[in-house]
């Protein structure tokens, strides 16, 4: 029994000084134990700048490169003659960097390869992207510019964005703006280089404007948002650029939200479809079978000649009465519109014409009555209608 007790006891006061401990250890936080990758770095200073981009330098690699790497691109035929004649600068832009390059006008290509003198291995990826904007008509003093270490290029494919022809037209044109206003635009508000040539987009520039005029070309190309508001937006964020209280901030309550209008579309007219039948359609009756029906196949020239000069009159004639009737109709004066005002008038009018009628009536009788001598004055003075009557011939005389 003493022995249970005893294995009891045990645990229970090995609980009671962990828990003892774990508070002494929340009082009393031990330090983090550092490995020996948790070293402070050289480079880890608020001072250094970790995005920018360094200008190479050849001692980094002295032995330069150890296998050939080359890239090739086709180029339209109608730039054959521009590149010939702007190669000269294309061949000592490379040169400097012990790039070499090759013009084929049998197969219509330009090529870039690596040489023994080449130190900088990424150099190879940026003279790809030279020939491809030669190929795309970016011109060459600005496809130089390429070779920069802060410049980057980008080539947006439209082609394949919109089916319709037409459409596809009209929006880019929406892209480029009157006298190319909406592209220097965007060339100013983005920072970057843009030429709309054909079925591309060919822009240069950082990588922040670039990712900008891929959304603005995108968005155009596929009737989401007009350029135009797009630059309305970019301007708003310049402005909010400069308030340093704003910069931690979401900036969507200060951007103008556009909504797309539904533009009416013309309906599309549908073919009804007619019940599927087997059985195809009768035969139409042949101009033969139409003479011989009217009688006229059995005709002579001369009475079928007379027959279309017959018919050749009367359809000059209808045509002559119908060109008289709209000579005429050119002088027939239009009817005059009636306004309230007239329906009034007549109505004075008949009320006047009315009033003197009645007036010339009670004069003849004034006169008859004046001629006997009997004048009653009442009868002539306004007032309630009293009804006239006749007295007879033996009274007059009496």
Known sequence: MASRQLHRAIPITEMAEEESLNVNEEQNPKPKHKGKHDKPKPWDDP??????????????????????????????????????????????????????????????????????????????????????????????????????????CDIIKIGSLVRNKE?????????????SSTLKALEILTGCYILVQGSTVAAMGSFKGLKQVRRIVEDCIQNKMHPLHHIKILMLKRELAKNPALANE??????????????????????????????????????????????????????????????????QAEKVAENKKKREAAFVPPEEPKTHNQDVSNEDKDDVTAMASSLKKKAKEFRKQKSIGKIDAEEFIAGPSKPFKKKSKSSRYE
């Not at 790809?128 to 070779?147: G, H």
């Not at 459409?167 to 006298?179: E, I």
């Not at 003479?291 to 050749?312: P, V």
């Open 47 to 152: 001072s250094i700048d970790h995005w920018k981009i360094e200008k190479f330098d050849p001692s980094w690699n002295e032995s330069g490169l150890l296998e050939v790497s080359s890239f090739s691109t086709l180029f339209p035929q109608y730039r054959e003659k521009y590149l010939q004649e702007c190669w000269p600068i294309v061949k000592g832009a490379l040169k400097e960097y012990g790039i070499a390059c090759e013009l084929n006008l049998v197969e219509g290509s330009m090529s870039v390869s690596t040489t023994m003198k080449t130190k900088d291995p990424y150099i190879i990826v940026k003279a790809r992207d030279l020939i491809k904007l030669l190929s795309r008509s970016v011109p060459a003093p600005q496809a130089v510019k390429i070779l920069n270490d802060e410049m980057q």
């Open 167 to 179: 459409r596809f037209v009209k929006r880019r044109q929406y892209l480029v703006g009157p006298n």
């Open 250 to 315: 979401n900036w969507d309550r200060f951007l103008p939200q556009f909504k797309k209008k539904n533009v009416k579309q013309k309906k599309v007219k549908t073919k009804e479809k007619k019940p599927y039948t087997p059985f195809p359609p009768p035969q139409q009756p042949s101009k033969i079978d139409l003479q011989l029906e009217s009688g006229e196949y059995f005709l002579s020239d001369k009475k079928k000649l007379a027959k279309q000069w017959e018919e050749k009159q009367v359809k």
